[in-house]
Antibody, heavy 120, light 107 residues
Framework: QITLKESGPTRVKPTQTLTLTCTFS??????????VGWIRQPPGKALEWLAL???????RYSPSLKSRLTITKDTSKNQVVLTMTNMDPVDTATYYC????????????WGQGTLVTVSS | SYELTQPLSVSVALGQTARITCGGS??????VHWYQQKPGQAPVLVIY???NRPSGIPERFSGSNSGNTATLTISRAQAGDEADYYC??????????FGGGTKLTVL
């Protein structure tokens, strides 16, 4: 059974760096073809893909946010970490991590999401 | 960058068939995935790679993809199908892309 759970601060100040951790179970990121992605959703708005990391350490980023994002994995801990620099109130959103597959890109298991508010 | 266009809302009578479209340039050449999201919940995958249903998803949910339009079809719509639906593809620039979402109302 695959599960994922996001953790991190619920509130950050403008210009600060956000660090979110996705802790998962039921699969290993050392398994060929697997990946973990991050997706966010501002209140009342659509889903927005942020980043993906694959078993082979291949990393993909949203072109519009690439300069602010870093995604890493710790295979031994079953964790994926996303950092986003220079946070702004428009970055207020629920952040999800999700299990994915190389070459197809669909997200078949999602975490519950964590709401991050950017406010001074 | 690649863009996906969805209608803001679709309405369907109880027991009838709902069709939600997702438009994109030559989308028929891409794998399209569909998600259902109910208020306060994480999205749930309902169709992947155009036509495939994950285990646990009713046969009432089906997908098609051709030309510039992909379609999610929900047959015999139920009240429990009321939700937001999002399409997703692997777009250009090696980036995943989501559509803007469609709110399905079952009347």
């Amino acid at each position: 059974q695959i599960t994922l759970k996001e953790s991190g601060p619920t509130r950050v100040k403008p210009t600060q760096t956000l660090t979110l951790t996705c802790t998962f179970s039921g699969f290993s990121l050392s398994t060929s073809g697997l990946g973990v992605g991050w997706i966010r959703q501002p209140p009342g708005k659509a889903l927005e893909w942020l980043a993906l990391i694959y078993w082979n350490d291949d990393k993909r980023y949203s072109p519009s946010l690439k300069s602010r994002l870093t995604i890493t994995k710790d295979t031994s801990k079953n964790q994926v970490v996303l950092t986003m620099t220079n946070m702004d109130p428009v970055d207020t959103a629920t952040y999800y991590c999700a299990h994915s597959y190389y070459g197809s890109g669909h997200f078949d298991h999602w975490g519950q999401g964590t709401l991050v508010t950017v406010s001074s | 960058s690649y863009e996906l266009t969805q209608p803001l809302s679709v309405s369907v009578a109880l027991g009838q068939t709902a069709r939600i479209t997702c438009g994109g340039s030559n989308i028929g050449s891409k794998n399209v995935h569909w998600y259902q999201q109910k208020p306060g919940q994480a999205p749930v995958l309902v169709i992947y790679r155009d036509t495939n249903r994950p285990s646990g998803i009713p046969e009432r949910f089906s997908g098609s993809n051709s030309g510039n339009t992909a379609t999610l079809t929900i047959s015999r719509a139920q009240a429990g199908d009321e939700a937001d639906y999002y399409c997703q593809v692997w777009g250009s620039s090696s980036a995943e892309v989501f559509g803007g979402g469609t709110k399905l109302t079952v009347l």
